[in-house]
């Protein structure tokens, strides 16, 4: 699995790479099972901290498919906002340096 630049500069712990999964796919929803494994999180670590995550409202559960609770990033809450915001630009700073440093050695 690949490191987006945001993980790349911040770490690679669990609550991040599961923030990091549910920015880039913010269309879709997903259960816990499938955050858990697309993310590259274990399912019992993920466990640990979502709730927390569901408390502060960063994610939001937006239906019910069979036995399956499907979430997404709240995208309402401002704090999410801002966040989000602060990952896209970290992501776009990340890639214009490698762009700049592709073009010097070049």
Not at 37 to 44: A, C, F, I
């Amino acid at each position: 699995m690949e490191k987006t630049a945001f993980l790349e500069i911040f770490g690679d712990s669990p609550i991040l790479r599961a923030l990091d999964f549910l920015i880039v796919t913010e269309d879709f929803d997903y259960s816990m099972t499938d955050i858990a494994h697309l993310s590259g999180v274990g399912y019992s670590t993920l466990k640990l901290f979502w709730a927390k995550l569901e408390e502060s409202r960063i994610v939001s559960q937006t239906r019910i498919v069979g036995k399956a609770k499907m979430y997404k990033l709240n995208l309402a809450n401002p704090i999410v906002k801002k966040f989000r915001d602060f990952y896209w630009e970290t992501t776009k700073r990340s890639i214009r340096e490698g762009v700049k440093e592709s073009l010097v050695t070049a």
